[in-house]
């Protein structure tokens, strides 16, 4: 909710920071795929292949199927640099990674406490800059800043809806984990990437290196003092 919020307000002027927040939210994404999401999803199903084609496919579907005014590429309106529907696909990915993250603190503190706080925070560091992006992608679909605002509060209530149902959720880890990584890697390199790219903007270039770059330290530092993100 504080990404979200700070994101919200600092982008409230300047539509070149929202800009700059997409690129920043679609690297972000794609290391957290390629880092954490595809590996565990492989780790706990054995056909994490499948879901991670079936999730890229289901947002295809969403986007170009389920919604029947989408507009993308040459048809963009000026005002905006995706339609609602890629604010909505980007939210249920994040938020069944979210679902996930939850579990987790959960079977810390069922180990112990020390390491269920420990894997609280690490969940925490991950969740700033994931309410940035998931703040910035639907501010550029389109959507209110309220309504923007108001998806990091998804994600954050996916995370502890994660914690109180971890016995009926960790059985599906797998599989949910891997629809995650295939919405993911659609949102943002079949959609946000190309955008960026039109712009020919170093400067977003950079953004999105940025965002590489934060998950990538987090990641690291974690698995140093023994989380695996």
């Known amino acids: 909710m504080a990404g979200g919020l700070g994101f919200a307000v600092a982008a409230h002027t300047s539509e070149r920071r929202i800009h700059n927040g997409i690129a ?19 780790e706990h199903s054995a056909h994490a292949s499948l879901w991670i084609l079936g999730g890229y496919v289901l947002a295809h579907l969403f986007e170009h199927t389920f919604t029947s005014h989408f507009h993308f590429g040459e048809e963009t309106h ?21 679902l996930f993250d939850g579990i987790a603190i959960s079977t810390g503190f069922l ?24 703040t910035s992608v639907m501010l550029a679909s389109g959507h209110s800043y309220r309504r923007s605002v108001g998806a990091s509060g998804v994600l954050a209530a996916a995370t502890l809806l994660g914690s ?6 960790g059985t599906l880890r797998g599989s949910a984990l891997g629809i995650s990584s295939g919405i993911a890697i659609y949102v943002a390199a079949t959609d946000l990437i190309p955008e960026i790219n039109q712009r020919r903007e170093k400067a977003y270039t950079l953004s999105a290196a940025c965002g590489i770059t934060v998950y990538f330290g987090i990641h690291w530092l974690l698995v140093a003092v023994g989380i695996h993100g």
């Not at 290391?31 to 999803?41: H, K, L, R, T």
């Open 78 to 98: 000026t005002e905006h640099m995706a339609t609602t529907a890629v604010g909505s696909t980007a939210l249920v990915g994040l938020a069944l990674h979210a």
């Open 111 to 134: 180990i112990s406490t020390a390491l269920g706080v420990f894997i609280s925070l690490a969940v925490i560091l991950h969740k700033i800059p994931e309410g940035i992006t998931i």
């Open 164 to 169: 109180v149902a971890m016995h009926w959720f």
């Open 24 to 42: 920043f939210g679609a690297g972000f994404m794609l290391a957290a795929v390629f880092i954490s999401m595809i590996p565990g999803s492989f």
